[in-house]
């Protein structure tokens, strides 16, 4: 008897469970059928796409049992897919069926005014502010959301309107962030990636008697409709590149350029060979730090050794674990996210290797070196929009098709190639070149380039330009662009706003920028002229030349929205 959570074998369950853990609660697994009759709570942590929980939960003989406990009056909590299941369908899966709890279906964001996945934070709206059990909630925080189909606030129809308890607004779109009724209380954002203000709403539903969550009543129905401006904010990312060093110990280490040794010796004098990899401290120590200094995201780049056998990588795993058990905001793994063949003739797709990172604690996986090769082959078919067509056997198809695109993070490594003649060049890149600015930098003056991709942490060029890849991978199903500068990185001279800008207009998925941030003000700077959704850096960060909590403040200065709760 008591606290049990639904795992249908998808997704980052492991965070709630370390969330729960932290909060000082006991849970067990709902590991069978007859599980449902022990439990007195549930929780359901969904994460993915919604027709494989669906088929998850079939698969396991959890479907009608899971219907049949909450018809019960049990309290029941569900996250993400653990709320969009209780709807009849949705469009991610047609042919899905839902739970049909709630008479209505998750329909999809548009994306004519905004990025979509609404991936971030965004705050909550109560729709009786007098009502004093919010669960916990907050308006004047903000909670992680990561989603591109929503339950619409159908405020018109009384019979679904009754479940509604708060709403967001993304653009000019009002959803349903949670809903409460009788025995059930769910919402769309994730509490246990949303820092202390998530810890909080599930503490304060765990901490109510069960006899108190098993009996909300409802909403009263209130029309709400989009305000000028929503609560979405910009995201700060602290980004830490993890690798072995010559002593085999796992470090955080940067480089200038994509050089990570040393190139000065102790006495100042320039180096003729690489020194030693710099260390610029322990992932897990760091990744807590960032935590507690307001970082809303973090990215854990394994730039060596898992490239051959992520699944044998351990130590890369553990740093994973220990860093979840302590970082209760999102969390995107990169490195060897493909299709892998272990010393031992044993192999693994990247869908395999996506989900071991899952289950250890990631929320979103990075794929680099494989999304170009993967746009490379789907440019080879076809397609009336010019952009090619995928085979549904990449990493990016594969992933994005079990978890959803949101999971799915593309790391872009562009180059600049300046052409001779920029009036006279007529090449494959012509409608993407950029021009120096009279008043720019001296050496861009009279001359035009384009951004060549690359590969294998930029030490391959590709024939394919920026633009060309990033539109083929949102075509693949890639949820976000992580946007890196190979001529800007550890350069401190601030972002490439016109490589930058150059993607944000290419695609209608989210981009975040990265490479040369070195002082607070060039952050200001990219969000203010290129209306990205986040920004990262790693070495500023590390070296603690500018804190976290400095670049928030600049951006609220400059009246962008940021989360500081």
Request: charged share 25%.
């Amino acid at each position: 008897m008591g606290l049990y959570l639904l795992d249908y074998g998808a997704g980052n369950v492991q965070s709630l469970a370390n969330t729960l853990k932290k909060l000082g609660h006991e849970f067990q697994w709902i590991s069978s059928p007859a599980d449902f009759h022990k439990a007195t709570s549930l929780i359901f942590p969904g994460v993915g796409a919604f027709g494989s929980a669906i088929d998850g939960l079939i698969s396991r003989g959890l479907y009608e049992p899971l219907r049949e406990y909450i018809a019960s009056g049990k309290p029941y909590f569900g996250i993400c897919i653990g709320m969009q299941v209780l709807f009849r369908s949705s469009l991610e899966s047609p042919s899905s069926t839902g739970l049909g709890i709630i008479p209505s279906d998750i329909g999809v964001f548009t994306n004519v005014d905004k990025s979509v996945p609404h991936m971030g934070w965004n705050s909550v709206e109560f729709l009786d502010p007098a009502e004093t059990a919010h669960e916990g909630l907050d308006p004047s925080s903000s909670y992680y959301f990561v989603h591109s189909f929503r339950a619409a606030y159908e405020w018109e129809r009384p019979e679904v309107a009754q479940w509604a308890h708060s709403t967001t607004q993304y653009g000019q779109e009002v959803f349903l962030a949670t809903v409460r009724k009788g025995n059930v209380f769910a919402c769309q954002f994730h509490p246990e990636k949303s820092g202390q203000a998530g810890l909080r709403v599930l503490d304060a539903w765990l901490k109510l008697s069960e006899a108190e969550r098993a009996t909300s009543l409802p909403t009263p129905r209130v029309a709400r409709h989009p305000k000028p401006k929503d609560g979405f904010t910009k995201r700060i990312i602290a980004c830490m590149d993890v690798r072995s060093n010559d002593d085999g110990d796992l470090v955080v280490t940067k480089g200038d350029q994509y050089d990570v040794r040393e190139r000065t010796g102790r006495d100042g004098v320039q180096a003729q060979a690489a020194g030693a990899v710099r260390n610029l401290g322990k992932p897990v120590a760091l990744a807590a730090r960032y935590y507690e200094e307001g970082a809303d995201e973090l990215c854990l780049m394994n730039i060596t050794s898992f490239r051959h056998s992520p699944l044998l990588d351990q130590p890369m795993l553990a740093v994973v674990r220990a860093a979840a058990e302590t970082v209760y905001v999102p969390l995107t793994i990169g490195g060897g996210i493909k299709d892998t063949v272990d010393p031992d003739g044993t192999p693994h797709s990247a869908l395999e290797v996506a989900g071991a990172y899952f289950r250890a604690g990631a929320d979103k996986v990075s794929i680099a070196t494989e999304a170009v090769f993967a746009v490379e082959k789907m440019r080879t078919r076809p397609s009336a929009d010019g952009l090619g067509e995928g085979d549904g056997t990449s990493a990016i198809e594969t992933i994005a098709r079990a978890y959803g695109r949101q999971a799915v993070v593309v790391s872009v490594d562009p180059r600049r190639v300046y052409v001779d003649d920029p009036a006279a060049y007529d090449g494959p890149y012509r409608d993407e070149l950029v021009f120096g600015k009279p008043d720019g930098p001296e050496k861009e003056r009279g001359k035009a380039w384009w951004y060549q991709c690359t590969v294998r942490g930029g030490r391959e060029d590709r024939p394919l330009s920026v633009v060309q890849l990033v539109k083929g991978v949102e075509k693949l199903g890639a949820g976000e662009i992580l946007l890196n500068s190979i001529d800007r990185d550890g350069t401190g001279l601030g972002y490439d706003l016109d490589l930058v800008a150059l993607v944000r207009r290419s695609v209608r998925i989210p981009v975040v920028a990265s490479s040369g941030a070195g002082r607070k003000e060039h952050f200001v700077e990219v969000f203010e002229k290129t209306g990205v959704e986040a920004a990262l850096a790693a070495g500023i960060f590390h070296r603690r030349e500018v804190g976290i909590d400095e670049v928030k403040e600049a951006l609220s200065a400059a009246k962008i929205n940021v989360r500081t709760a």
